[in-house]
C-alpha cells in the first residue's frame, strides 16, 4: 500500500487521480481566493494606497504552495536570484507609482516599496526552486521553449487594436484616443513601464495558477473549451474586491461586459495560448499587453468585437471541444534538468 510520504515523492501530475484532481481543484481555489481577498480588503479601506494593486499573488503563491513536492535538488541558486530582483521589482515599482498620470520627473522614490517587491521575487525565484516540481511550474517563463507565440501574444493587442482604429476611422467610426496629447515618446515611454510592471505585478501574480495549475488539471477531464469555461468563472469572480471597490464594479452593466462577457473570449485565447506555447510566458505576455495597451493605443470599441470573431475561430480550427488523450503540456511535469 502506498504511504503519503511514497504520494508526495511523485511529480504534482502523477500524484493526482479522479476525485483526487477534483479535490485539489476545490482546494486551490477555496485557498487563493481566501489568501488574495485577505491580501486585499485591508487596502480597500485606504484609497490613495499606491500598492494596493501590487498587494496579490494569490493564484501564483498557492500553486506553488500546493505542487511542492517536499524533495530537494541541488545545484540551483534560488537566494541569490530572489535578492537580485527584489531591488530590480522595487525600481519597477518607483517608477510605475511615480507615472500613474503620465512620465513625471523627478521619480517618487519610496524605499518601503520595497515590501510588495518581495512578493514576485519569491514567485520568479521559484523556477530556480531545489523542488523540482516547483520549479517545474515556472521555469517556462523564464526559459520558454520558443519564442514565436510570446512574440504572437505581445503584438496580438496591439495589432487588434490599432486595426480596428484604422478600420473605424475609415468608416467613420468612434476612435478612443487615451493618449491624446501625449508625445510619441511619452506614450512610448508609458508603455515600455506599464506593461513590465503589469508583467510582474498582474500577469505574474495569476497566470502561474489560472492557467500555470488550475488550466492543465481541468484539461486532464475536460476538453479544452470546457476547462476555459471552468477557469473562466472563478478568475471573474475572484476580481470582486477589485471591482467593487472603487473599480468597473461601479457600473454594473460595464461589470457584467468586462467580467462575465468579454473574459469568455479572452479566457479561450489565453487557454490556445497556454497550449500552442506550452507554457507560462505567453499567457502572461498577453495577459499584461490586455491590460496596458487598450489604455494607451487608439481603439475602436465597435471593432473590439472582433475578438469574439478571433476567439472564435481559434475554438474551430483548434477543434477546442474534443478532448484530447493528454494535454499539450503539463504545468507540472516530472522533475526535469535544473536551470
Request: with cysteine.
Amino acid at each position: 500500500m502506498e504511504t503519503h510520504e511514497t504520494q508526495r515523492q511523485l511529480p504534482f501530475s502523477a500524484r493526482l487521480t479522479g476525485e483526487g484532481v477534483a479535490r485539489e481543484i476545490w482546494v486551490y481555489l477555496a485557498l487563493t481566493f481566501l489568501l488574495s481577498w485577505a491580501l486585499w480588503l485591508p487596502a480597500i479601506r485606504y484609497p490613495g494606497n499606491p500598492v494596493f494593486l501590487n498587494l496579490g499573488g494569490g493564484p501564483a503563491i498557492i500553486a506553488i504552495l500546493m505542487v511542492a513536492s517536499g524533495k530537494r535538488q541541488a545545484g540551483t541558486s534560488r537566494l541569490r536570484r530572489f535578492l537580485l530582483l527584489v531591488p530590480l521589482l522595487w525600481l519597477i515599482l518607483v517608477f510605475a507609482t511615480s507615472w500613474t498620470t503620465g512620465v513625471r520627473w523627478p521619480l517618487d522614490w519610496k524605499p518601503w516599496l520595497l515590501l510588495p517587491s518581495l512578493i514576485p521575487a519569491w514567485i520568479i525565484s521559484s523556477a530556480w526552486s531545489c523542488d523540482p516540481d516547483v520549479r517545474s511550474l515556472m521555469r517556462t517563463f523564464v526559459r520558454p521553449g520558443n519564442w514565436q507565440w510570446p512574440t504572437v501574444a505581445f503584438f496580438a493587442f496591439p495589432v487588434l487594436l490599432l486595426g480596428s482604429a484604422a478600420v473605424a476611422r475609415s468608416l467613420h467610426l468612434p476612435v478612443v484616443e487615451p493618449a491624446r496629447g501625449m508625445s510619441a515618446t511619452a506614450v512610448a515611454a508609458l508603455c515600455v513601464v506599464r506593461f513590465i510592471h503589469n508583467t510582474i505585478f498582474t500577469a505574474v501574480y495569476e497566470e502561474p495558477g489560472w492557467r500555470g495549475f488550475l488550466l492543465p488539471q481541468l484539461q486532464r477531464r475536460f476538453s479544452p473549451l470546457v476547462a476555459s469555461i471552468f477557469v473562466w468563472l472563478p478568475w471573474a469572480m475572484w476580481h470582486a474586491p477589485l471591482d467593487f471597490s472603487g473599480g468597473i464594479g461601479r457600473n454594473l452593466t460595464l461589470w457584467v461586459q468586462v467580467r462575465l462577457i468579454y473574459f469568455i473570449p479572452i479566457t479561450i485565447l489565453l487557454t490556445w495560448l497556454y497550449n500552442r506555447s506550452e507554457g507560462l510566458l505567453s499567457p502572461i505576455v498577453f495577459h499584461a499587453a490586455m491590460n496596458v495597451f487598450p489604455f494607451l493605443l487608439p481603439y475602436s470599441p465597435p471593432m473590439m468585437s472582433l475578438i469574439f470573431l478571433w476567439a472564435g475561430y481559434v475554438v474551430v480550427s483548434n477543434r477546442m471541444w474534443r478532448r484530447t488523450e493528454s494535454t499539450p503540456r503539463e504545468s507540472i511535469v516530472a522533475p526535469g534538468k535544473p536551470l
